[in-house]
C-alpha cells in the first residue's frame, strides 16, 4: 500500500513540475516572445531547478512545442464544446468558426498558435499539430457536410486547409483590434457560400 502510493505521490509531483514549467513558460512566452525567453527565466518562473526542465524537455524548443501542444488542444476542446452533434452540419460550421474565433482571443493564443509556432517549430511541425486539434476538428465538420449533401463533394484536404487559413486570418486580424463581428459575417457568408442551394 505504501508502496503505491508512493509511486503516486511520484507522479503526481511529476506531473505538476511539468506543468508548472508549461505554465511558467506559457506565461513568459506570451509576455515576451519565445526568442527574448530564456530558460534561466523559466526555471526561476516555475520554481523548479535547471535539472528538472531537462528532465521533463530536451530544450527550450520542445518545452515551447508542449506550450503549443496545449493550447491547440484547448482551441480544439473550444470548439468541440460549441459543436454539439443536434446541430445541423452547416450550423455546426458556423458555431466552430465562432467559437475558433472566440478561443484564439485568449491574450497571446495567437502570437503562440499564428505567429512564433511556425517560426519557432517550422510550417510542418505546425499543420501536424493543428491536423490533430483545430483543422482536425474543420475537417470533420466538412466531412459531415457534405456526407449530409449540404455541401458538393471538394477536395477534403485542400478545403480545410484554405478554410483553416481564413479562420487564422480572422484570428489575426481580431487579434490586432479588428471587429469580430466582421470577420464572423464574412467567414459565414464564405461557409455559405461553399453550401448548396435549395
Known sequence: MQEGNSRRSNRDRT????SDLIAAARRLFTEKSYAETGTPEIVA???????A?????????ALFRAVVEG?????AKAIELA????LSARDALLAGGDAYVAAMSLPGRTRLLLLDGPAVLGRAEMDEIDGRHGNRTL???????MRTGEMPKLPLEALTSLLGAAFDRAALAVDAGA????YRAVLAAVIDGLLRRP
Do not use: I
Open 15 to 18: 506531473e505538476a513540475t511539468r
Open 45 to 51: 518562473a516555475a520554481g523548479v531547478t535547471r535539472g
Open 53 to 61: 526542465l531537462y528532465h521533463h524537455f530536451a530544450d527550450k524548443q
Open 71 to 75: 493550447e491547440a488542444a484547448a482551441v
Open 83 to 86: 459543436t454539439p452533434r443536434t
Open 139 to 145: 475537417r470533420e465538420g466538412l466531412a459531415a457536410t
Open 179 to 182: 471587429s469580430a463581428d466582421d
